[in-house]
């Protein structure tokens, strides 16, 4: 097998592809160990209302606090976590910490409207997942309505009824749908119609203003009529400036995120920061 994979091959591209292979098999032992060590953590980063100037939401966003190599992001470790199947496991874990620690704020008397925990394909196309949300649910007493999740338009694309009818279970459960990274996956429209979905959040390489570069402010101002025409909630990601909120809640965008308002956070830093974020909030709006 090795042989037949490298035949014809240049002798350092096949050394470095062997490399790279050994790398991703070491990455994922530790991975798989590090899901029954507990060293996934979760962090925090919250939304605001554009009219309200309060927080309303939480996103999730797993960590991997890795032995040696230290505090990982998921670009380092989630499209691996994908192909080896190890994100379905990473996945309830995620969703059942970020369950519990809304209940955590709920009894703090710090209440969010949804908190919201992404999902990969992979993970929205396990057969168990209905009933492993079902189930963390139940486990946390959470309220399905206090949960969102963020799926990919990608996976929405497929428009497959597999998804249709998942989408819909989920829906009668009361939880939450939005489209991560709106825009940037293929343009074909007609699902946002067809699916039941809530909420779309706008990738942060529309959000952006540049001066020499005109277009992607047509475009987010596209997004915000077809949301409004489908009675969907808009959530502007990646927001870095004053001047983005300004003019996103101008355009008429009714949710924003990004590192103007805070960077993800410990589920403790945030609960110390209510406050003050709550403030920061209120600021970023007048
Ligand atoms: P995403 O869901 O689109 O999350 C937003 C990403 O943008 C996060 O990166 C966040 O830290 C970052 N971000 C937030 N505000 C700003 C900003 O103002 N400017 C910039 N430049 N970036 C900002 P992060 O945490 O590294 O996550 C990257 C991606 O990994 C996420 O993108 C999501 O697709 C995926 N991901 C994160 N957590 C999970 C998880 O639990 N499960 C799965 N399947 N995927 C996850
Ligand atoms: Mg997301
Ligand atoms: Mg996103
Ligand atoms: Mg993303």
Redesign the pocket.
């Known amino acids: 097998m090795y042989r037949s994979k490298h035949a014809g091959r240049n002798i350092v591209t096949v050394f470095e592809e062997t490399l790279q292979d050994e790398q991703s098999l070491t990455l994922e032992h530790e991975l798989r160990e590090g899901l029954s060590n507990g060293e996934i953590t ?2 925090y ?1 919250p939304q605001i209302h554009l009219s309200a100037g309060t927080i309303t939401g939480v ?5 991997w606090q890795h032995p040696t190599r230290g505090l990982l ?3 380092e470790f ?1 499209q691996l ?2 192909e080896c199947g190890l ?1 379905v496991e ?2 309830v874990i ?2 059942r910490m ?1 369950c519990q620690e809304m209940k955590l704020w709920e009894r703090q008397g710090i209440s969010y409207e949804t908190v ?5 394909p992979r ?1 929205f196309q396990s057969p168990d997942l209905i009933t492993s949300i079902q189930d963390v649910l139940r486990e946390t007493g959470l309220s399905p309505t206090s949960l969102g999740l ?1 799926i ?1 338009e990608s996976l929405a694309m497929k428009n497959t009824d597999l998804i249709m009818n998942k989408l819909r279970q989920l829906r009668d459960l009361g939880v939450r749908i939005a489209i ?2 709106f825009g940037t996956g293929y343009s074909s429209l007609s699902y946002l119609q067809q699916f039941p979905i809530n909420v779309i ?1 706008v ?2 390489s529309f959000t952006r203003i540049s001066s020499d570069d005109q277009n992607p402010r047509f475009i987010v101002t596209a997004i915000l009529a077809l949301a409004r025409e489908l009675n969907l909630r808009v959530i502007a ?4 400036h004053i001047e983005q909120i300004h003019w996103m809640r101008q355009e008429g965008c009714d949710y924003a ?5 805070a ?2 956070m410990t589920p403790e830093m945030l609960t110390k920061m209510h406050r003050e974020l709550c403030d920061r909030a209120r600021e970023l709006i007048h």
């Open positions: 979760v962090y980063q996103e999730a966003l797993v960590r992001s998921p670009g989630i976590a994908e994100i990473l996945g995620v969703l970020a919201w925990v992404n999902l990969s993970q963020e990919t991560d990274d959040k990738d942060k990601e990646g927001m870095e995120q990004g590192y103007v308002v960077r993800p």
